[in-house]
C-alpha cells in the first residue's frame, strides 16, 4: 500500500515536472502565432491606407489607428524577447482588435475620397475648361455683337458727314 | 463710337477674365513635380530644441527627448525605429557605407506615417548601472636595448591593470524595461569617461520583397555614464 502511494506520488510529481515545459512551448507557441498575425493583420491594414491615401483620402486617422496597434505589437515583441509569453499573446492580440474594420473604414474612405476626386475634376477641370471655352465664344459673340450696332452706327455718321 | 479703338481693351477684359475662369485648371496643371522622395529622422532635446541633450548620465534617472519621423516619399510609408546600445569598442552605423549596427535591438517601435506628414515620439530613458573593478591585459611596445654592436629589439609586454568598468543592468525605455545585461563599458582614461551611445537606426517596410530595410539613417545619444554614486571622481 505504501509502495504503491510511493509510486502514485512520484508519478504526478514527474507529470506535473514533463508537463511544466510542455505548457510553456505551447505558451510560446501561441504567442509566437498570435504575433506572426498581428504583424500580418498591420501590413494589411498599411496596405489599404496606402491605396486609400493614393485616392488623395486624408489618413491622419488611419496612421493614428495603425500607430497605436504598432505600439502594442512593439510591446508584444519585447514581453516575448523577455520570454512573458502570456503578455506577448494578450498584447498581440489587442494590437489586432485595435485594427478590427481598419480595411473596411480605409476602403469607405477611399471610395468617398474617389468620389470627391470626381467631382472635383468636374468642377475645377471640366468646369474651368468649359468656362473659359465660353468666356472665350462669348467675347467673340459679344464683339461681333458690338461690331454690328456701333460698327453700322458709325458708318451712318460717316455718310452723314461725307454729306455734310 | 469708333469701335476699334476698344478692341485692345476688349480682348485684354475678355483674356482676363478666361484666365480667372480657367486659374483651376491650370492650378492643377502648372504644379512643378516632386523630384525629391525621402525620408528623415532628427532627435530633439527636452525643450523641443536641438540643445540640452542629456550627456551626463546618471544610474536610476530619467532623460526625455523627442524623436521625429517626417515622410517625404510620396506614400504612405511603414518605418521601424531600433533602438540599439553600445559602448566605445561595439559595432556602430556607418553613415558612408550606409550600414547598420551590427548589434540585436533592444526594442523597435512601429511607426506610421502619411505623405509629407511627421510623427514625434517622446522619447523617456533612463540606465541602471553600477560600478566594478576589472583586470585587463594591456600590451606595450617595449625597446630592449641590444648588446653593444647590436640594434635593439622590439618586444610587446603584456601587463594586468585594474580598471573600473560600468556594468549595465537595463534601460528603461518608454516605461518599458530593456536588458542591458552583458553590456559594459570601460573607464578611458584618454576621453575621461564611460561612453554610451544610444542609437535610433532607421528602417523601412519595403512591400516588393515584404520585409524591412535598413533605410540608411540613424540618430545617436552620446553619454558619459557618470559614476555619481562613487563620489563623483568620474564624472567627465
Given at each position: 500500500?505504501?509502495?504503491?502511494?510511493?509510486?502514485?506520488l512520484?508519478?504526478?510529481?514527474?507529470i506535473?515536472?514533463?508537463?511544466?515545459?510542455?505548457?510553456?512551448?505551447?505558451?510560446?507557441?501561441?504567442?509566437?502565432?498570435?504575433?506572426?498575425?498581428?504583424?500580418s493583420?498591420?501590413v494589411?491594414?498599411?496596405?489599404?491606407?496606402?491605396?486609400?491615401?493614393?485616392?488623395?483620402?486624408?489618413?491622419?486617422?488611419?496612421?493614428?489607428?495603425?500607430?497605436?496597434?504598432?505600439l502594442?505589437?512593439?510591446?508584444?515583441e519585447?514581453?516575448?524577447?523577455?520570454?512573458?509569453?502570456?503578455?506577448?499573446?494578450?498584447?498581440?492580440?489587442?494590437?489586432?482588435?485595435?485594427l478590427?474594420?481598419?480595411?473596411?473604414?480605409?476602403?469607405?474612405?477611399?471610395?468617398?475620397?474617389?468620389?470627391?476626386?470626381?467631382?472635383?475634376?468636374?468642377?475645377?477641370?471640366?468646369?474651368?475648361?468649359?468656362?473659359?471655352?465660353?468666356?472665350?465664344?462669348?467675347?467673340?459673340?459679344?464683339?461681333?455683337?458690338?461690331k454690328?450696332?456701333?460698327?453700322?452706327?458709325?458708318?451712318?455718321?460717316?455718310?452723314?458727314?461725307?454729306?455734310? | 463710337?469708333?469701335?476699334?479703338?476698344?478692341?485692345?481693351?476688349?480682348?485684354?477684359?475678355?483674356?482676363?477674365?478666361?484666365?480667372?475662369?480657367?486659374?483651376?485648371?491650370?492650378?492643377?496643371?502648372?504644379?512643378?513635380?516632386?523630384?525629391?522622395?525621402?525620408?528623415?529622422?532628427?532627435l530633439?532635446?527636452?525643450?523641443?530644441?536641438?540643445?540640452?541633450?542629456?550627456?551626463?548620465?546618471?544610474?536610476?534617472?530619467?532623460?526625455?527627448?523627442?524623436?521625429?519621423?517626417?515622410?517625404?516619399?510620396g506614400?504612405?510609408?511603414?518605418?521601424?525605429v531600433?533602438?540599439?546600445f553600445r559602448?566605445?569598442?561595439?559595432?556602430?552605423?556607418?553613415?558612408?557605407?550606409?550600414?547598420p549596427?551590427?548589434?540585436?535591438s533592444?526594442?523597435?517601435?512601429n511607426a506610421?506615417?502619411?505623405?509629407?506628414?511627421?510623427?514625434?515620439?517622446?522619447?523617456?530613458?533612463?540606465?541602471?548601472?553600477?560600478?566594478?573593478?576589472?583586470?585587463?591585459?594591456?600590451?606595450?611596445?617595449?625597446?630592449?636595448?641590444?648588446?653593444?654592436?647590436?640594434?635593439?629589439?622590439?618586444?610587446?609586454?603584456?601587463?594586468?591593470?585594474?580598471?573600473?568598468?560600468?556594468?549595465f543592468?537595463?534601460?528603461?525605455?518608454?516605461?518599458?524595461?530593456?536588458?542591458?545585461?552583458?553590456?559594459?563599458?570601460?573607464?578611458?582614461?584618454?576621453?575621461?569617461?564611460?561612453?554610451?551611445?544610444l542609437?535610433?537606426?532607421?528602417?523601412?517596410?519595403?512591400?516588393t520583397?515584404?520585409?524591412?530595410?535598413?533605410?540608411?539613417?540613424?540618430?545617436?545619444?552620446?553619454?558619459?555614464?557618470?559614476?555619481?554614486?562613487?563620489?563623483?571622481?568620474?564624472?567627465?
Amino acid at each position: 500500500m505504501r509502495v504503491s502511494l510511493g509510486v502514485l506520488l512520484l508519478a504526478a510529481i514527474s507529470i506535473a515536472v514533463l508537463s511544466v515545459p510542455s505548457v510553456v512551448w505551447a505558451q510560446q507557441n501561441s504567442a509566437a502565432s498570435a504575433i506572426s498575425a498581428a504583424q500580418s493583420k498591420l501590413v494589411q491594414c498599411y496596405d489599404a491606407a496606402r491605396a486609400a491615401e493614393s485616392a488623395s483620402a486624408n489618413i491622419s486617422q488611419l496612421t493614428s489607428r495603425l500607430n497605436s496597434a504598432g505600439l502594442l505589437l512593439s510591446r508584444a515583441e519585447l514581453a516575448y524577447s523577455n520570454a512573458d509569453f502570456g503578455s506577448a499573446q494578450s498584447l498581440a492580440v489587442q494590437s489586432q482588435s485595435e485594427l478590427a474594420s481598419f480595411v473596411s473604414d480605409a476602403n469607405s474612405l477611399q471610395a468617398s475620397a474617389a468620389q470627391s476626386r470626381t467631382f472635383d475634376f468636374l468642377l475645377n477641370i471640366v468646369g474651368s475648361v468649359v468656362g473659359t471655352v465660353a468666356v472665350l465664344v462669348g467675347g467673340f459673340v459679344v464683339w461681333g455683337f458690338l461690331k454690328r450696332k456701333y460698327g453700322n452706327d458709325g458708318g451712318v455718321q460717316k455718310s452723314e458727314s461725307d454729306a455734310v | 463710337m469708333n469701335l476699334t479703338q476698344y478692341k485692345a481693351l476688349f480682348i485684354v477684359v475678355t483674356a482676363v477674365l478666361a484666365l480667372l475662369v480657367a486659374s483651376p485648371a491650370l492650378q492643377r496643371v502648372l504644379v512643378y513635380p516632386r523630384t525629391e522622395f525621402f525620408s528623415e529622422i532628427s532627435l530633439l532635446g527636452p525643450g523641443h530644441v536641438a540643445e540640452n541633450y542629456p550627456y551626463n548620465i546618471t544610474s536610476g534617472e530619467n532623460y526625455t527627448v523627442f524623436l521625429g519621423v517626417a515622410n517625404q516619399l510620396g506614400a504612405c510609408a511603414y518605418y521601424q525605429v531600433e533602438v540599439k546600445f553600445r559602448n566605445e569598442t561595439q559595432s556602430a552605423p556607418d553613415s558612408f557605407n550606409r550600414t547598420p549596427s551590427s548589434l540585436p535591438s533592444l526594442y523597435i517601435l512601429n511607426a506610421f506615417v502619411a505623405d509629407r506628414e511627421s510623427l514625434e515620439v517622446p522619447v523617456n530613458f533612463g540606465f541602471d548601472y553600477s560600478f566594478q573593478n576589472v583586470v585587463r591585459t594591456v600590451y606595450t611596445n617595449v625597446t630592449v636595448p641590444g648588446g653593444l654592436g647590436q640594434n635593439g629589439t622590439v618586444e610587446q609586454r603584456a601587463d594586468n591593470v585594474t580598471v573600473l568598468q560600468a556594468n549595465f543592468d537595463s534601460l528603461k525605455f518608454n516605461g518599458e524595461t530593456l536588458n542591458l545585461q552583458g553590456y559594459s563599458s570601460d573607464w578611458n582614461p584618454q576621453t575621461n569617461l564611460f561612453y554610451g551611445n544610444l542609437i535610433f537606426e532607421l528602417w523601412i517596410y519595403n512591400s516588393t520583397i515584404g520585409s524591412f530595410q535598413y533605410h540608411e539613417r540613424f540618430v545617436d545619444l552620446k553619454f558619459n555614464m557618470t559614476s555619481a554614486g562613487l563620489g563623483g571622481t568620474f564624472v567627465g
